[in-house]
């Protein structure tokens, strides 16, 4: 089992960051198996030790995953040299984890990101072959109709040579400007607004909203975070 520093298992949860830990331990206010631990440099096992931070247990994760609610503006990138990506939303303690977004986001979609360190995980839920659901609310220019619903349920050939998996179109609003629910099975670029363009109504906004068995969590404010509990990932497990 790896051993690391305590700074860095306490900053791994993104509640501390490495200075804090610092001067909680200086403080006497960080404990392993029961002990305070003054020196934040001692390395210990982080799953075989019970490590306490201001009275609160650490539950220690072998694998991060965040659900973010991303906000318009950003790259769904690791890096990139000309903007903003999802990851400069993270204290810069998680920041330093390698995490990666599950799949992409448009710069100018919002809604439902998941960023992990699990890799298998993260690429089995984008696999085409697993048919995860990903499901966006969109607004559109012109109005949906029953026969835009029949063309995503048949499998739509794009102009451009994209042949989509059968997807489910669900009007919510037909109007000069359209409201609906989008459920596909796989993710190519830009495949919501391309799908809807074909029909004639382009995409004026857009927003995941559900990922698999997971609804965007309403209590989390654009460009806010959340990990996901045991069972929310158990869950995302399952689905695979
Ligand atoms: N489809 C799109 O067109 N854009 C997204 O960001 C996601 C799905």
Known sequence: M???RLDKIIASTGKW??????ELARRGLV???????????????PEAVEISVNGEVLSYRRVTWIMMNKPRGYLSATEDGRG???LDLLPREL??????PVGR???????LLLLTDEGGLAHALLSPKRHVDK???TRTKGRLTEEDCQAFAAGMSLPDGLQCQPARLEILLADKESEARVTLREGKFHQVKRMLAARGKPVLYLE???????????????GAFRFLTEEEIAGLRALV
């Open 31 to 45: 404990t392993v198996n029961g002990a305070a631990v003054c020196s934040v440099e001692k390395k210990f096992a």
């Open 105 to 111: 986001l448009d710069k100018d979609t919002e809604g």
């Open 17 to 22: 960051s490495r200075r804090e830990a610092k």
């Open 208 to 222: 995941r909203v559900q990922m698999g068995t997971l609804p965007l969590d309403r209590g989390l404010a654009r």
């Open 2 to 4: 790896e051993q690391q």
């Open 95 to 100: 920041q330093r984890q390698k995490l990666f």
């Open 84 to 86: 903003k990506t999802v």
């Open 135 to 137: 499901v966006y609310y």
